[in-house]
């Protein structure tokens, strides 16, 4: 019988390369990032949600959000918060009194986490907006005081 024999020289492995990664500088634009998925995690309307709550005891923290209008662009928005740690290295773990991290909302909807006390917003259009920010436990738990979140919020006007 024929014994064929392929014989891979580098050039062909440098075209195949070369094709593939051309092939992916056309496709890779073309791909949409998909979102993250929160169907069941908070991107609801903040007044409908049905967020798990955690009674912070007898210490609660304190909370207490400012917006200031950057010169550039945004607004900086400033977290400020008493008897309550950021834990960003314990996300999703058992909840601890006191500690976790922050839930941002605009208008509402849920924007982002935050890990720390600031946070740069841009990309809204004019108008009033309401930025809420409420404090969570390391497994998103809204932290609460007698079934009252802890959270404070600030109204802006965008010119």
Avoid: C
Wanted: overall charge positive; aromatic content about 8%; charged content about 15%.
């Amino acid at each position: 019988m024929f014994k064929k024999s392929v014989q891979v020289t580098i050039p062909y492995i440098v075209y195949w390369t070369l094709g593939s990664m051309f092939i992916g500088i056309i496709v890779a634009p073309l791909v949409v990032a998909m979102p993250e998925n929160h169907t069941t995690h908070y991107t609801h309307e903040h007044k409908k949600m049905n967020h798990a709550q955690l009674d912070a005891g007898t210490t609660p923290p304190k909370v207490k959000v400012t917006a200031v209008a950057d010169a550039k662009s945004g607004w900086n928005v400033s977290v400020k918060t008493e008897n309550f740690v950021f834990t960003p290295e314990s996300i999703n773990q058992a909840p601890k009194p006191n500690q976790g991290h922050a839930h941002i909302y605009v208008n509402g909807k849920k924007l982002a986490r935050l890990y720390g006390n600031h946070y740069h917003l841009t990309g809204l259009p004019r108008g009033e907006h309401e930025i809420r920010v409420t404090l969570n436990a390391d497994n998103h738990a809204e932290f609460a005081t007698n079934g009252t979140p802890i959270a404070d919020s600030v109204k802006i006007t965008v010119e």
